[in-house]
């Protein structure tokens, strides 16, 4: 979800392919590519969903980008305040099992947007061994690049 909220506004700010990669690693089990138009593919990787990245055209304009960036937080963030609501003020009795599923769904969301939002290095992995930037390292960096120009 998180990577879709990357993906929606490059698909309408941007020109060219939008690719989602999902659960990157050179040990996966297997490999799933499914297009969705001319413009969009999501490429799941099974085996390891802990890292993903949205690819497009890298030469918009900083402010293009800088929407693009911010829609994997704001939707990580909202998606997290939506179950928080449904758990902390439920318009009706909820079920064990369906609790399970909002604290779930609240704790992933969550822990995705504070990863995603403080600027620093991910760890690193064997397609990025110095550690990936998160979205709020990138967001900085455009920032930074903007002031300077």
Known sequence: MHEL????PALF???GK?????GMNKNFLWKRTMDFGSRLAVILYFGNF???STEFDSQVKWYVRLAIL???PL????LSLLAGRS?????SELFPWMQVLWVSWFCCNFLTFLRSAIPIRLQPTQNDPLGAP???LQIYQVLIKRGQS
């Open 87 to 91: 758990l902390f003020f439920p318009t």
């Open 134 to 136: 998160s979205d709020g």
């Open 70 to 72: 911010l829609g994997g």
């Open 13 to 15: 700010l941007s020109k």
């Open 50 to 52: 802990r890292t993903g």
């Open 5 to 8: 909220g990357h993906a929606i």
């Open 75 to 78: 939707v990580s963030m909202f």
């Open 18 to 22: 939008i690719v989602i990669r999902v």
